[in-house]
């Protein structure tokens, strides 16, 4: 089995601020991969990034960045400088091989809406 | 533009009938996938296929079916079965294999009047 919490409903920041969200994953498997996906209004969602379960090092890209903890399970999201235009819905979604050991499905956290006002 | 088509963007459907919604890809992606998105509830998995003729059973399958007879596409089949259709779906499609991100639709917004 498989889990995906993202405890956060919905957080609202005015521009310019750093946000987190966060992203907790329950797994028994070894190998298993992190996404984190953007969902704007326009309803279609956006791949952000992949982490693989043998690469614990952060990144960063732009004004974002990820801190991957397998100590506590974790995979936060950070955006620096928030702007408006990062407003939207994200997902945390983690994926492993399923019984037979090669589906690979994705299951998704409930989502973080974000709200970056002016 | 490569990328997964779906349609209609709203549909409207009484009570007691069957609805399909399009999902098309030219992404030649082996896998593809339908989710609800209902709100605070996060995306689930209905149904998922990894090669033509082929599909599997996601979490809440009940009162949907599909089909998979192209590897273009991936239509779903809402039934009278399902006692509470109103939801938004997204198909999305991906390469098969560990680790390999989703691309997704825009959605379809059904609603049951």
């Known amino acids: 089995a498989q889990k995906v919490t993202q405890a956060q409903t919905e957080i609202s920041v005015v521009e310019k601020e750093d946000v987190t969200l966060d992203c907790v994953y329950e797994?028994?498997?070894?190998?298993?991969?992190l996404f984190w996906y953007k969902q704007p209004p326009s309803g279609e969602l956006v791949f952000l990034i992949r982490?693989?379960?043998?690469?614990?090092q952060n990144e960063i890209s732009g004004r974002y960045s990820w801190n991957f903890q397998k100590s506590t399970s974790s995979f936060n999201f950070t955006i620096t400088a928030s702007q408006v235009v990062d407003s939207a819905v994200y997902f945390c979604?983690?994926?492993?091989?399923?019984?037979?050991?090669?589906?690979?499905?994705?299951?998704f956290g409930r989502g973080t809406s974000l709200i970056v006002h002016p | 533009d490569g990328g997964i088509t779906q349609s209609p963007k709203y549909l409207f459907r009484k009570e007691g009938q069957n609805v399909t919604l399009s999902c098309e890809q030219n992404?030649?992606?082996?896998?593809m996938y339908w989710y609800r998105q209902d709100p605070g509830q996060g995306l689930r998995l209905i149904y998922y296929?990894?090669?033509?003729?082929?599909?599997q059973k996601g979490d809440i399958a009940e009162g949907y079916s599909v089909s998979r007879e192209k590897k273009e596409s991936f239509p779903l089949t809402v039934t009278s079965a399902q006692k509470n259709p109103t939801a938004f779906y997204l198909c999305?499609?991906?390469?098969?294999?560990?680790?390999?991100?989703?691309?997704f639709g825009q959605g379809t917004r059904l609603t049951v009047v």
């Open positions: 999305a499609s991906s390469m098969v294999g560990a680790g390999t991100e989703a691309f």
């Open positions: 797994t028994r498997d070894t190998t298993y991969y």
């Open positions: 982490r693989n379960s043998f690469d614990e």
């Open positions: 979604a983690l994926s492993e091989g399923d019984e037979s050991g090669g589906s690979y499905i994705p299951t």
């Open positions: 992404l030649n992606h082996d896998a």
């Open positions: 296929s990894q090669i033509v003729n082929d599909f």
